[in-house]
Nanobody
Framework: EVQLVESGGGLVQPGGSLRLSCAAS????????MNWVRQAPGKGLEWVAY????????HYVDSAKGRFTISRDNAKNTAYLQMNRLTSEDTAVYYC??????WGQGTLVTVSS
């Protein structure tokens, strides 16, 4: 079964950090580019970060630059999003996406004091 499972979300105070994981199974993970996409309450989907198949090409939305780090471990079939200096604006459900067609169920990140 093709599957992406996100984990690592939760409640964090402003200024804090979280590390999201996206575990892939049922397909050749290393053959897919990966994205992290988020949806804040009441808003549409927002692309956050991209990493290519080998991890050598990375892009971020402007609001994530300098705070978030996307990475992947093809040996573990897992992608990551390290998020630092979180603000309330980062509150959202975070989804990982493989090759634009495969999606996980999402993990909720709430930034609040």
């Amino acid at each position: 079964e093709v599957q992406l499972v996100e984990s690592g979300g939760g409640l964090v105070q402003p200024g804090g950090s979280l590390r999201l994981s996206c575990a892939a199974s049922g397909f050749t993970f290393s053959s897919y580019t990966m994205n992290w996409v988020r949806q804040a309450p009441g808003k549409g989907l927002e692309w956050v970060a991209y990493i290519d198949k080998g991890g050598g090409l990375i892009h971020y939305v402007d609001s994530a630059k300098g705070r978030f780090t996307i990475s992947r471990d093809n040996a573990k079939n897992t992608a990551y999003l390290q998020m630092n200096r979180l603000t309330s604006e980062d509150t959202a459900v975070y989804y990982c996406n493989a090759g634009t067609t495969l999606w996980g169920q999402g993990t909720l990140v709430t930034v609040s004091s």
